[in-house]
Every structure is written in C-alpha cells, then in structure tokens.
C-alpha cells in the first residue's frame, strides 16, 4: 500500500481483500452506493477478469493506491526523506499576485446532488445485481439462476434497500429495474423512429389505452404458435393478462407523476419513452439519465438535417413482422435441437418474403417474388438500387441526405442510355441491372463527380433489416456485399475492412440501465437487432450461431411496457445502443477525469506565443471540461528543466516547483500537483493568467521533453487520464532526445523519401507504459521548424492520443493558426471523452480481422486498448475471409467499445452491421463503397510507406485501382476492351486514388516537409471516414451566385446547396468565388474580375483590389447574397466537429499554391492529371 | 577434438531446441490470449540476442574445425539471424513490437519462423549426434 506512485505494486493483482478496504476508506465516490462495498467487490472484480482480462504484467488491475487519499501520508513520508535531499536547486515559490476573483463554491452547484442521487440508484441497483451474482460464481450460472429465480427475490434482495428512498411501484420496477430511454423530443426536428412511434402527448393517460391493444395481439401470437409446436411458454394467458393489468395499474400513477417531474426538468417533452424514465426515480435521479443524454444529444447536431421528419414507418407493422420472424424461425427448428447446418434455412426463414412485402410501404414488387430471401438476385431485388424513393426515404430516417442522393440518379438515366448505345452489347438485360454495376466509360464520361455529396451505398438487405442496420456514419465496409470466399475476394482485388467511427457524437443514442447485459455466452457478442429468436426462451448468436437462453428480465420490454417480446426490447431494435454496465465491467472504480497539461516554455515557444492562446482557452473552457466533482487538474511546464505547480487548496498562490535533475525526474510533492479542479479552481485561474507573462524573458533555448513527459507518467500512474503536450521544437535535452534528420534539399526528391519512422523507441516506450496506466497523450505540435514528428508522434499513436500539428505557428504573424489552435482546443476540451475504453471487433464466424488502423495499442488479438477515446477518432481493420462462409446468408460486424465517461459511469457503447453475403463477382462490384475503400488503401498505404518505402506504398496505390478495374473488365467480357471501363460503384476510384497521390502524405516531387507528410500520414490513420475523404477529396463550389434553388431548410434557415465542382482549374473563373471544403479549411479563392457585387455584398469591401489578404471571416451584411454564403458555410461547419478556419484567397496572392495544390484533377509538374493518369491506368491494364 | 567439438554443438544446439519451444509458447500464448502483447514481446526480445549468438557460434566452429556442409547447412539460418537483428527499425522495441505484432499477420510468421527453426535445430541435432558418435567411435 505505501508504495510510491510510480511503481505500482504488480502483486496488488488479487482482488478481494486488499481493495476492498481501500475502496472503503475512501470518501465514497458517486458509483459506490453505501451498499456495494464491502461485499460486491470481490464477485466483480472476479467475473471481470474472465471477459476483459487485462493480463497479468503490464496491466495490472490498477491499484488502489491510486486513491489521493491514501497517497498522502505515506508516499509523502517516504519520498520526501528519500528525494528531497537529491539536487532540488531550489524549491521557488513565484508569486502570482493576489487572487483577484471572488471565492466560488466547492462544488458547480447543480452536478453534485445530480451525480449522488444516481450513484445512490446504481449503487441500489448493482447491489440488487450482485445479490444475485454472489449466489453462483460464474456468468453461466447467473443466467440460468435468473432465468430460473422468481422475480419476487430481486424484489425482496434488492430493492428493500432503496424503497425507502425511491417511491416506485414495487413490482414493476423490481422486476424490470430500469431502462432508461432518454432519447429525444417529440418537438425535435430529427424524427426517429421511436419519436415517432410514442403517441402524441394529448394527455397521459392515453397510453394505458394502447395496452388492450397490445396484450390482445400478445395473446394472439401466442396461440399461433401452440400449433407450431411452441410449448415452452412458461406463462399463461391469464397470467400475462394480469400483469398486463398490473402494469396499467402501475403507469397510470406513475405518469402522472412524471408529467410534474417533466416539467421541473424543462429537458424533454412529455414523450413516451422519457416518461418511462421517470417511472422508477425521483427527479434527481431522473435529471441525471437525462441530462447525460440530453448533452451527448445535443452537442453536435452533426449530418442529420436533411432528415425528413415525416418519415414515420408505422409502428405496428414492423413489430409484426418480428413476431412473424420469431413464430417462422420457432417452426423451424420447433421439435430437433438445432443442428449447424441449417443456419441458412434459419436465417432465411426468418425473414420471408411476405414481411418485406407488408412492412414496407411501396416495394417493388418482385420484391417479395424473390427465390432467395436476400437477394442474390440483382435483377430482380433492387429497392435500394433502383430510385424508389418513397421507400428508401422512409426506411432510412436516420440517414442524411438520401433524399436528395437517389433524386440524382433519374438525371443521369437518360446519360446511361447514350452511354450504353454508344459502347454497344450492353443492351442485354441493362435495364435489370443495378445502377452500381453500370459500366462507366470513364475515359469518355467527363463529368462522373455528383453534384451532390457521395453517399454510402446501402447494403442489399432486405427492409427490415436495413431499416435496423447500423448507421453509415459510425460504420462502414469496404464491400457491402462480402463475398462468399477468400478466392473469391482475392478475384475482386479489392481491399476487405471496415471503417470505424464508435465515439462519434450522436444526436440520438438509447440508452439501456439494465442489471444483465444480455450477451452470447461463447463469444460475448451483445444481443443485437440481427440475433434470431429461435423461441420465446432462446436466441440464436447471429456471430457464433450458438443459441442462448434469454433471461428473464429481457422479457419485459419497458418501451411498450409489455411481457413477453424480446425482439421488441430496444437492444433488438436498434443497431446503435448504449449500455450502462455494471460492476462487472470494471476493473477498479471508474476513474475521475484528470487532465495534464504539459507546456514548453522555452524561448522558442514563448515567441510562437501560443501560451496565451492555451491558457486564454482553458480559463474560458474550465467549467466545461467534461467531468463530475471528482475532476483534477495538474500542470507542468519544462525547458532545460521541469517546473512543477503545486495548486493544493488552501494556497494562497500558486508555488512553482522546479526540478533541475533531468536524468532522474521525480515529483516533488506528489500529492499536490494534480489537484480537484472545483477546490482549487482560483489558484487554476491564478495560475492559468500568470503563465504567459512568467517566462516572458526566458533565455533557455533547450526543451527537455522526455524528462517531463516521464515526471508526467509519473504523475498520471495512479489515476490515469489526458495528458496534453505542446511542444514548439525538437526536444534537445535528456531521455527521448531528437536530431534533426530532414535534408531540406530532399523535400521534392521523386527517389526516396527516408525518415518517415521514429528515430527513437523511447517515445513508444512511454505511450506503451502510458497505455497500460490508462493515460492517452495527445500531442499539440507547434513549430516553426522540423520536430520529428515521426517520433514524437508514437507518444499519442500508442497511447490512443490525437495529434494536432500547427506548421509555423506564430500568434502574430500567422493569425490564421492562432485561430486554428483556438478553436481547435475549443472543440479538444469540450468535446466529449471517454476513459479507460477497451473496444472489441467482433465479427462473425469464418471472417477474422488481421490489421488494425488508428491510435490505440492492441493488446490481444481482437482487443484494441484505448485509453481514452474522442469523438472524433476513427478505426480502420482489414478483414480477411478464413472459412467459406457457404452456410450463411448474412454477416455481422460488432463493435463494442467499453469505457467510463467523464461522469464516472462505465459505458458500453455497442454498433452492429449486418451484411449480405453475395456468391458473384458482379454482386461484390456492385456492392463496393469506393470511398471506404479508398480510406482503407490509405491507411494500408501509410503503413506500407513506413515498413518499405513511399515509392512502394504509391505503386500499391495505382496497382489497387489497375487490379481492380482489370478484374472487373475480364469478368465483363461483353465490354470494348479498349475502352476504361469501371462498373458505377468504382467510377470514382481512379480519381480517389489519384486525389491520395497528390496528398502531402504521399506526393512526391512537390517540396513537402518531412513533418507535414508525416501529419497526413497520422491524419490519415486517426480520422474518421468523414473528415478523410474531405482531406482527400476536398469539395468545391462556386459561391457568388447562390440560389435557393434546391435549397433545403434547416432549423429556419435556408441553405443553398450549390453544385459540387470538379477539381480542376477549368472550373475556376476570373469572374467567380469560389469556396472549398478542406475539411478542416476552408479557402474562398476570388478571381481577379470577380464579380463587384459579391465582394461588397458578401465581402463588404467596394473592389478586388481593397480586400485584405488575410481575412479569415465573413463579415455580417445585411444583404440576401450575403445571407446565403454565410448560411451555407456555417452549414457546411455545423455538419463537423472542427471548427475549420475560413482563408480568404486571391487570385495573385502567395497563399494560393494553398488552393491550387487542392485541385487535384489538374496536371502539375511531377504528377498526372486525372485524364493522364485515366490513360496510365488503361496502358498498365492491357500489358 | 572432433568429439568435443561436437558434444558442444549438441549442447548447443539442445538449447537452441528449447529456446525455439519457449518461442512457439509464448508465441501460442499471445495467440490464445493469454499474455498481452507487450510482456509476450519483451518476454521473447530477451532471447533473440542469445539465439543469435548461440547458433552464430556453432556456425562459426563448423567454419574453424573444417565442416563444411555442416556449416553451409547452418549458414543461412545465422544470416537470417543477423539479418531480423540489424533490419529492426530505429523506433522498434526489438525484432518483436507489441505494437506490430498483431498487425498484418505478423504473429503468423513469427510462429512459422519458430517452427522452422524448431525442425532445423531438430535435423541438426541428429546430425551432431550421428557426426559426436563417430567422432567418439574414432577416436
């Protein structure tokens, strides 16, 4: 227990009796509820170890020395004899001037009693949980102890406690503990479907009158599977009639309440699943689950105002056909046991012809004539490919932009008949093929770019299923038909994987307080809307094909509040949930955010001037960093030294520790550094407004980074956490110090491009220790000369950290970085983050993941360890097919990322895609999504331009598009061979990958500093599929004469949607302005005759000439064109995270090789020009 | 001498055996699950250097005490060696990175490679009996 923070003890492995007394001493934190623990600790701790077992050596279960309290007397004690007498040159106190800000509370008022209340429920609930989980040792036993117990022992083990607290009806909220379901309001622009389906807020006591409805179609399904040979219903008609009555009894009382207890919360509107919410809890509880939803909810209304909010697929019919699904799939395997083989007969059955037929409202209809369930059959089955519009949008609510997506393809028809008459022997069967597997002459077809923004195909599935299936936005696969065979695959040539986006920011997201998880029992997958409910009692894993018993508890479906419809539970219906997890899922009590800021304060970086602008940030952003009343805060800063602040409250100033002894860093007074960012929040801001001007005179030219970057692991070991490092040069002193290694005269060398890996493993080393204490590093890189990025970049890499780079940072003379890192840190300290995440990949049986893509440390062979996670890192894995998956029809895909929010609660955040398994070459081309697959072959080619060379990785490239297009021109072999030929779904693959070539990362022959290239190489790892394909593919549109033609209507506001241009100078204009969408910039390039009444009506300037070079706003006129540019760009903002910057560009300034380098499909010197590289890739297909 | 000769390289070689087993472990090991890749890596780091410089010797005495097809035998492996040691790039942890190991079946080809050392080291130790044996007989 008394040993130092640095070196956790590796014994304190045993669970049990050492942590629990610890976990006892400490003041009790909001998870722990008073019941929980002495006695609870053991079992989970116990259970946890099996699932996410964390491995002996490196991760040890992290110890509870952690716990500040404890640190205290005894590490103090002994290190302070051992270390203070070691050169300390001298412990100085600086003075930061008297506090001058009026004293504020301890704690931000409203969190506190929020945060206790709902520890108060959890700590009640997992205690009702772990009653039951002390009885018998492993997980199997649990569920069939559940499935077996009468729910009058939870009642009277766990409950008991709380009801003297809670006013509840005591038998629902026994038996169904709580599912909260905040998710959104009724009045919300943003209709999904369980909006859609509550009923419309008359008056409360109108949903107790649905219950008749739904108990008699309850019953009746029932009866229909007697005659089926379902016999294993454990309950009786009457039985369920009656608690049906009980649960009308218990919601009538219920709701009124809740509307009162609505309106004090002034969150949600008086919705159906809210007022489920409320049942069970008292406001302050209930505020909690809310508010925690209500703020992942709103805090980027990111992609979905294109939403139709009419799209309401009625309520009844989908439910139906689950039944339908649940009674055909009984009657298939009713008597037998199930056996393996007939997975597909199973599968198949459980989606038959008819319930697509009626569950969607305007099927083709061949549709439901279809030999196979799935659809095989491109011909025939086609809802998502042909233009059915009606359908599409109303199966795809969540989806932005569809709408507008398939109104495209009627005007390019009438193109596809020239084109096909033109090429000749296409006539046969053309009008049954899909739109995807068009042939594209691509040589001859100028304008293949959409006018409107690329959109992700959807998977050929039928409606149900891909009304369920997960959103493109979190996750996507690089073939959205999978073929049936690795042979297969490697026929394609094209690359297998899926891109990740788990941590996104979602605007709705159901949440699920529920004391068993409901998982697969052999391969741990979470039951998700593509298992098949074999019975009542059972469900098939649709990974593992193992077939599990469904626990009691998941009977009840707290949505409609009825017994008996699992497949109605919100876990099956949605493909995106959140869970809340229980005691099981920790390996210690979820750690309290804490935040490090590591500063370089040599003279190098007090010229950039960026400390202003950090500290600046972080005085205005303290009160929004995530984070509950348990949040600490440390900072260091270091040149050739390392100074430590002690902020320990009761200080009447912040006292400045500095350590001299860079060989051997340790920490001065441990226990001080990191202090609660409510108790000291006065010496924070004391601190935080005297840092810029403390080194103002500083001569120290040297940045000892590695010392401080150790003294900083040092520091975050016990609790783990963010540390947050800027740094403005190339660290000269100490452990991890760099040379320079970049020769300027080989920045546009076309041979080879060397140092593109880490000089050092030192910096790996630090972020593979700093993974195994759950501490992410993220790196803000601020120079104005080469850093060695590529070895300060393990730091973050390993340590699933982000990476942000700032080329020629200065405050003054490079505003627009300046206001790049404001915003930039802006978004870093308030977006949302999660701790000590784990995230798994599962997938399903006979396909296995071989690479993996992103910063994160993987610790086994599916695990990825992150320690923190952000929402906005990406994922990217390669996939690879092991066994033939002859005996299936459908793959799924599941991501489950595992991590404790900022408010303390462990989250399970869990996406599930499920996907068509195709036989044909054809079919795999015609599923394939060109851009994923572009993301994709960048990530491969970063790794292959650090593990071999650029110049290989830029051959794989063009070789990826070559194979592929030659792959599919010999399947087609009805086409000209003479001819570049490319099927509809592939039509921009050239283009992409011609896009990557002229990429920083990977262009050779234009000068690009070795850190810049080595940036989008990081950039290209870590971001999402979203922000890459902006990166790669910027958008172009001509912004001087907007129109409201096609504009769409988001929250009162008009946004003209101009045309997407092609990248090529032959769209510019003198007489234009035109703005592109870089992703994280946005230039507007002015051409020199530019249009007068633009720029004084958008710009407010009178001519060309009197527009400053550098503006980076639009000002605000008053004037309708004005409007227009600016709602258009701040839509275009909105619908991303970054705040990019706007740089204004004129024709003759110097900025615009910026702009020009962009436009990718020109020609330049050392790179092709699409219709070139067009040419390039014709002449290597027919050698 | 030719005997000592070889009774030494039949030591050797006896650990080269029981060093290449202890790889697939671990190696095994980290596929199942049971180690976490970076005590798996710095587990196996530990012994690439003794590997290298045990067979090295071997290879090395074959050369002086003149056996020729013995040596040209074992002159592949020992450059193949010497080649996994000096290529690991500046930022690795050492011929096994945690941080690689599960990429790009890395993990597969490290359990190919261990297995065909074991069967090499195997063949080898007969040949060093057979060749200590007659050696001994000889004498």
């Known amino acids: 227990m008394s040993a130092p923070a640095g070196i956790p003890p590796r014994s304190a492995a045993v669970p049990g009796g050492a942590r629990a007394p610890a976990a006892a001493a400490r003041p009790p934190p909001c998870q722990n509820g008073p019941v929980q623990n002495q006695m609870q600790f053991p079992f989970g701790y116990g259970l946890h170890l099996e699932n996410y077992s964390a491995s002996s050596g490196h991760y040890p279960p992290v110890p509870h020395e952690a716990v500040p309290s404890q640190l205290n007397n005894q590490y103090v004690a002994d290190y302070h004899s051992a270390c203070y007498s070691i050169p300390v040159q001298s412990v100085m106190t600086t003075s930061v001037g008297p506090s001058m800000l009026n004293t504020q509370q301890l704690y931000s008022g409203a969190p506190h009693p929020v945060e206790s209340a709902g520890g108060l429920t959890q700590g009640a609930i997992s205690s009702a949980s772990h009653l039951h989980t002390s009885v018998p040792q492993s997980y199997s036993a649990v569920s069939s102890h559940y499935s077996s117990s009468t729910s009058s022992s939870v009642a009277s083990q766990g409950f008991p406690l709380s009801s003297g607290r809670y006013a509840m009806p005591t038998v629902s909220s026994a038996v169904y503990p709580n599912l909260s379901y905040p998710s959104m309001s009724v009045g919300s622009p943003y209709g999904q479907v369980f909006t859609s389906q509550s009923l419309p807020a008359v008056g409360q006591f109108e949903e107790t009158n649905t219950f008749p409805d739904q108990s008699s179609t309850v019953p009746r399904t029932l009866q229909q599977q007697v005659p089926l040979g379902y016999n294993s219903t454990s309950w009786s008609t009457s039985d369920f009639q009656s608690a049906q009555d009980n649960f009308s009894r218990n919601n009538t009382g219920s709701l009124a309440k809740a509307s009162n207890q609505i309106n004090t919360v002034g969150i949600v509107d008086s919705s159906h699943p809210v007022s489920q919410n409320v049942q069970f809890t008292k406001p302050g509880v209930e505020t909690s689950v809310v508010s925690s939803a209500v703020t992942s909810s709103i805090r980027t209304p990111v992609g979905d105002h294109l939403t139709e909010p009419a799209s309401v697929p009625s309520n009844t019919q989908p439910s139906e056909s689950l039944l339908q699904e649940a009674i055909d799939s009984s009657s298939t ?219 009691e508890e998941f009977m009840y479906n707290p949505l409609t509040r009825s017994y008996g419809e699992p497949h109605k539970r919100p876990e099956v219906q949605n493909s995106t949930v959140e869970f809340i997890a229980s005691s099981d899922y920790m390996l210690r009590p979820p750690q309290p955010a804490v935040y490090l800021f590591v500063l370089d304060v040599s003279h190098n970086a007090v010229e950039a001037g960026y400390l202003t602008i950090v500290c600046q940030s972080l005085l205005e952003n303290l009160d929004k960093l995530p984070g509950d009343s348990r949040t600490r805060i440390g900072f260091i800063t270091f040149d050739s030294t390392v100074q430590f602040y002690n902020l320990q409250e009761g200080l009447s100033q912040p006292q400045m520790l500095i350590v001299s002894d860079i060989d051997d860093v340790f920490l001065p007074t441990p226990d001080s550094l990191l202090v609660n960012l409510h108790e000291s929040k006065e010496l924070i801001k004391d601190l935080l407004n005297a840092l810029p001007t403390m080194f103002i005179n500083t001569r120290e030219t040297h940045s000892a980074l590695g010392p401080a970057l150790q003294a900083a692991f040092k520091l975050m070991s016990p609790t783990g956490g963010r540390i947050s490092v800027f740094q403005s040069q190339l660290p000269s002193l100490g452990a991890g110090l760099l040379h320079s290694r970049e020769d300027p005269n080989q920045r546009s060398s076309t041979k080879v491009v060397q140092h593109l890996g880490p000089a050092t493993d030192f910096y790996k080393k630090l972020a593979l220790d700093c993974s195994g204490q759950q501490t992410a590093v993220d790196l803000f890189l601020l120079s104005s000369q080469y850093s060695d990025l590529a070895s300060l970049a393990c730091m973050s890499k390993y340590s699933a950290g982000c990476i942000y780079y700032y ?329 991303r995270p970054l705040n990019p910057v706007l740089q204004l560009i004129k024709d003759e300034s110097p900025a615009k090789t910026d702009f020009f380098q962009h436009l990718v499909e020109d020609r330049t010197e050392a790179a092709f020009s699409y219709y070139e590289f067009l040419l390039h890739i014709q002449q290597q297909i027919c050698k | ?107 597969k080809s490290h359990m190919k490679e261990a297995m065909i050392k074991l069967g090499f080291h195997l063949l080898c130790f007969f040949m060093y009996l057979y060749s200590m044996i007659l050696a001994l007989i000889n004498d």
């Open chain 1, 333 to 551: 395997t009713s008597s037998a046991s199930p056996v393996i083989n007939n997975y597909d007969a199973l599968e198949g059955g459980g989606y038959p012809e008819t319930n697509s037929a009626a569950s969607s409202p305007a099927p083709t209809p061949q549709t439901s004539r279809t030999p196979k369930p799935f659809g095989y059959g491109y011909p025939t089955l086609q809802p998502g490919y042909q233009n059915a519009t009606p359908s599409t949008s109303a199966m795809q609510p969540s989806n932005p932009g569809h709408h507008s997506g398939f109104q495209q393809y009627p005007q390019q028809y009438p193109g596809v008949n020239q084109l096909s008459s033109t090429l000749g022997g296409l006539s046969l069967q053309h009008s049954q093929q899909p739109e995807s597997l068009r042939p594209v002459n691509l040589t001859q077809d100028r304008n293949i770019l959409p006018v409107s923004p690329v959109l992700a195909p959807v998977p050929n599935l039928n409606s149900d299923l891909r009304k369920l299936n997960c959103s493109p936005d979190s996750f996507r696969c690089t073939l959205t038909n999978i073929p049936q065979t690795q042979a297969l695959l490697n026929k394609a040539k094209l690359p297998l994987g899926l891109l990740l986006h788990p941590f996104r920011d979602l605007t709705q997201l159901p949440v699920i307080t529920s004391s068993t998880i409901v998982r697969c029992r052999s391969c741990r997958t979470y039951i998700n809307p593509f298992v098949s409910f074999i019975d009542q009692r059972r469900w098939k894993c649709n990974l593992c094909y193992r077939v599990n018993d469904v626990p």
């Open chain 1, 807 to 1135: 080329p020629s940072f200065h405050h003054s003379h490079n505003p627009a970085q300046a206001e790049k890192l404001q915003k930039d840190l802006k978004r870093y300290l308030t977006r949302k983050i999660g701790f000590e995440a784990v995230m798994r990949i599962r997938c399903t049986k006979g396909l296995s993941i071989h690479t993996f893509h992103g910063n994160f440390f993987v610790r086994s062979t599916d695990l990825l360890s992150l320690a923190n996670v952000n929402p906005d890192a990406g994922f990217a894995v390669q996939m690879s097919i092991e066994e033939s998956l002859t005996d299936t029809s459908l793959v799924c895909f599941q991501t489950a990322l595992l991590y404790t929010s900022s408010k303390g609660e462990r989250r399970i955040r869990v996406h599930t895609l499920c996907l068509p398994v195709v036989t044909s070459l054809a079919d795999v081309y015609a599923g394939a999504d060109v851009q994923a697959a572009v993301c994709l072959l960048a990530n491969m080619a970063v790794d292959r331009s650090v593990s071999s060379s650029l110049s290989d990785a830029r051959d794989a490239l063009v070789n990826a598009v070559v194979d592929s297009l030659s792959a599919y021109i010999s399947t087609a072999s009805n086409l000209q061979q003479s001819s570049l030929i490319a099927p509809n779904s592939l039509r921009l693959f050239p283009l992409y990958v011609l896009a990557l070539l002229k990429q920083k990362a990977f262009r050779t022959g234009t000068s690009t500093r070795l850190d810049d290239r080595i940036y989008a190489m990081c950039q290209i790892k870590s971001q999402p599929l979203v922000h890459l394909m902006k990166m790669i593919h910027p958008s172009l549109y001509r912004i001087d004469r907007l129109t409201n033609e096609g504009a769409i209507h988001v929250n009162d506001r008009v946004v003209p949607q101009p045309p997407l241009q092609k990248l090529s100078a032959e769209k510019l204009t003198r007489e234009g302005a035109f703005l592109m969408d870089c992703g994280s910039i946005f230039y507007i390039w002015i051409g020199k005759s530019c249009d007068n009444s633009f720029i004084k009506d958008v710009l407010g300037y009178p001519n060309y000439a009197s527009v400053p070079q550098k503006l980076t706003q639009l000002p605000e006129l008053d004037t309708l064109s004005s409007e227009r540019a600016r709602s258009f760009i701040s839509w275009l903002r909105d619908s």
């Open chain 2, 1 to 107: 001498m030719e005997s000592v000769v070889f009774i030494f390289s039949l030591i050797d070689c006896c650990a080269l055996i029981f060093l290449s087993v202890y790889f697939i472990i671990t190696l095994s090991d980290l596929e199942c699950d049971y180690i976490n890749a970076r005590s798996c890596c710095s587990k196996l780091n530990k012994w690439v250097v003794p590997e290298l410089i045990g067979h090295t010797i071997v290879t090395v005495l074959m050369l002086i005490s003149l056996h020729w097809f013995i040596f040209l035998l074992n002159l592949p492996v020992a450059t193949w060696n010497i080649y996994r040691f000096i290529m690991v790039p500046s930022g690795n942890l050492g011929v096994f990175d945690p941080t690689e190991i599960h990429n790009r079946g890395q993990l």
